[in-house]
Structure formats: C-alpha cells, structure tokens
C-alpha cells in the first residue's frame, strides 16, 4: 500500500509528459534545429525546486545513518545563445546549513548538435537533449556556525512542458542533482567539512532576449583620414 502514491505521482508524471510532448512538438519542422534560438541571443531563467540532500554534516552528528532532509532551491539563471552562462541558486534548509549556490552553467549539446547538423526534427526531444547542463563553482555555507566555502558540482535536465512557438519564453519541469564536498582540513571551508547530494526536482520559467551579441561583429574596414 506504501507503493501506491508513488506509482499515482509516476503515472501522473507520464500523463504530464505525454500532453507537454504533444504540445510541444506541434511546430514547424526545421532544418537545422534550432526552434528559433538565433532569434535572441540571451536566456534568462527563473526557477522554484524541492527536494532531498542526502549527507548533511549535522545529520552525520545525530546518528550513524544519517536520514534525508528537506531542501528549498531558487535558482536564477542566465546564458548566452542557451549554451553557457551562470547560475545563482540560494537553498534553504530547516534542518542543517543553509547555503548559497554561484556556478557556471554549461550546455554543450546545443552548439554541437548544430555543429554537426543533427537534430530529430521533433522540437520535444531537440530542447530536452540541448537542456542537459553541467554546473562548476562553489556553496557558501555554515553547518558549524563557520561560513566557509565548498566546492560545487550539479547535472540537471529540463522537461518541456510549454514552449510557444517563437519560444520567446518555456515552462519546463527541472529534474536535478547537486554533490557539495569540502574537507575539514580545507582553509576556506567549513570547519567539519561537508559532503553531500541534493537532489531536486521543480518548475522553471524561462525567457529569450536580444542585447545584441548574436548581431555583433568587429569592424570590417577602417575609414581613410580626410587627406
């Protein structure tokens, strides 16, 4: 009986995705895959997840086997022509340390995949893949009552769940995991350390805009003095 709720959410999961798959992929074939990307050249995002962290250093204190906590995350994300950028991401916790999260954000997929001209001319599955991103920087922490500074290591992806068709703006569920370590012997950690997993799951909201840079180009000749 313990199961049932976790199959309805599943099932419930597959429906959202199914409908989100159909309405998403109802666009214009392209050629190249981009679904207008070079319309814009920035992608700002904005974003709510919770989840679980697995290896609190408090947790560890309490007992041998440390049991899941609760974690809040808001993320605020922006990147040029939707390959590489930064991510601010505050966490809140209710048991354990609090942090606050600033790494880049890496989308390799995009750029090669049009590269090297593949696509699956199905704009569902093209956003889904471009989406898988790798995030690099550090967590601002105290789960001692020393704020100190950890290393920050994150994989995530995004669902599509609504994409207009300029895709000027996307609603999308982000399913995402973070591994936070720092060592107690570290100078700018924390004094016991810390060592853990997030793992998240939320709704993200984001926008496509043009500052420019997709437009910009080095001058291609220089005027000649007035003689």
């Known amino acids: 009986m313990r199961l049932t709720p976790w199959l309805a959410a599943v099932v419930s999961l597959v429906g959202v995705a199914s409908t989100a798959h159909a309405q998403v992929r109802a666009a214009r074939p392209s050629d190249d895959g981009v679904w207008g990307r070079f319309g814009s050249d920035v992608v700002a995002s904005l974003g709510a997840s919770a989840g679980v962290a697995l290896g609190d250093p408090l947790a560890r204190e309490r007992s041998a086997a440390p049991e899941p906590t609760f974690a809040l995350d808001l993320e605020f994300r922006v990147r040029i022509v939707d390959s590489a950028g930064i991510v ?25 995949r049009f590269l090297f001209g593949g696509t699956t001319r199905d704009r569902y599955w093209d956003l889904l893949f471009d989406s898988i991103g790798v995030e690099l920087g550090m967590s601002v922490l105290a789960p001692d009552g020393r704020v100190g500074v950890a290393w920050l290591l994150g994989l995530g992806l995004e669902l599509p769940l609504y994409v207009p ?8 569920l982000r399913l995402a995991a973070r591994y936070t370590s720092a060592g107690p012997r570290d100078a700018w950690g924390p004094g016991n350390g810390v060592d853990e997993w997030s793992l998240l799951g939320g709704l993200l909201v984001r926008f496509h805009a043009s500052v420019g840079l997709a437009n910009w180009e080095p001058p291609r000749y220089r005027e000649r003095d007035p003689e």
């Open 165 to 172: 068709e300029a895709i000027t703006g996307a609603v999308a």
């Open 88 to 112: 601010l991401a505050p966490e809140w916790r209710p048991e354990g340390a609090s942090r606050f999260g600033i790494a880049l954000d890496v989308r390799p997929v995009f750029l090669t």
